[in-house]
């Protein structure tokens, strides 16, 4: 449990350990320029959040900004400072950056993985730990066992969202029973801008727009939604 917030001024970039296993941001070359050139200009303005285990303080979030202070020579840089355990850094980082929006999708994968194997976790517990659903985490250690969809997701050949459509595509095949079925976008049936036309889809009857449906363009909006849809029967040969 995080407890005890304060904030110092001064801590000695010497003294702030890294993880060794820690998810974080991924910021384009521009961004880590503009970065650079913002801590060259005025220093770490942004406090980094570091976890104080009694023994060493472990980073929490800022890693970028930290790197840029090394790499600038900095040091010292302000900090946050909470007490807590190297596995609350490692948590606490990983929540936060999630939220962000800016991590590697494998890296999520991976990660996620980890805190199973490595911690014992429970998907309730991961999904509690990083701020989402006990379904998405299921999910994603679906796609974890697929080396396929791994290795397509580490050359970009297709996205998180897909890689998870695909998993439950096999799911459907191999439990017909339930009676759900994911509908590609019919751009003769329903008009959409061609965003939606490209990232999302549609669950319905016969291509048709039903009542509540909605189009889904999220990892965590499919995953809801195969959670949740009703039993349905699907005439896909309808005019």
């Given amino acids: 449990m995080l407890t005890n917030e304060r904030l110092s001024l001064s801590v000695s970039v010497d003294r702030i350990r890294v993880p060794e296993v820690r ?24 406090p980094l959040y570091v976890i ?3 023994h060493f303080l ?8 930290l790197e840029a202070a090394r790499k600038l020579g ?20 990983a929540k936060l950056n999630i939220n962000r929006g ?21 998907e309730e517990r991961i999904a509690e730990k990083i701020g989402k659903t006990k379904s998405y985490v299921s ?5 974890s066992e697929d080396k396929k969809l791994i290795n397509k997701l580490k050359n970009k050949e ?7 459509k695909k998993v439950y595509s096999r799911k459907k095949a191999k439990n017909e029973k339930t009676g759900l079925m994911i509908k590609p976008i019919s751009e003769k049936r329903v008009s959409f ?23 889904i363009r999220t990892e965590e909006e499919l995953v809801d939604w195969i959670e949740n849809a009703p039993v349905i029967s699907i005439n896909t040969d309808a005019a």
């Fill in 158 to 164: 297709i996205t998180l969202f897909e890689a998870i």
């Fill in 23 to 46: 998810l974080r941001s991924r910021l384009d070359a521009d961004e880590l320029d503009g970065l650079l050139e913002s801590v060259q200009r005025d220093g770490v303005l942004q």
């Fill in 193 to 215: 801008g061609e965003k939606d036309k490209k990232s999302g889809f549609l669950a319905g009857r016969s291509g048709r727009l039903p009542d509540g449906a909605r189009v």
């Fill in 139 to 143: 999910q994603l250690l679906k796609v």
């Fill in 52 to 54: 104080d285990d009694g």
């Fill in 74 to 93: 900095l040091k010292t840089v302000p900090a946050i400072i909470i007490k807590g355990s190297k596995e609350d850094a490692i948590t606490y980082s």
């Fill in 102 to 122: 800016k991590i590697d999708p494998v890296e999520l994968i991976e990660f996620v993985t980890y805190l199973r194997n490595s911690f014992h976790y429970t």
């Fill in 58 to 65: 472990w980073l929490a979030d800022g890693g970028n900004r």
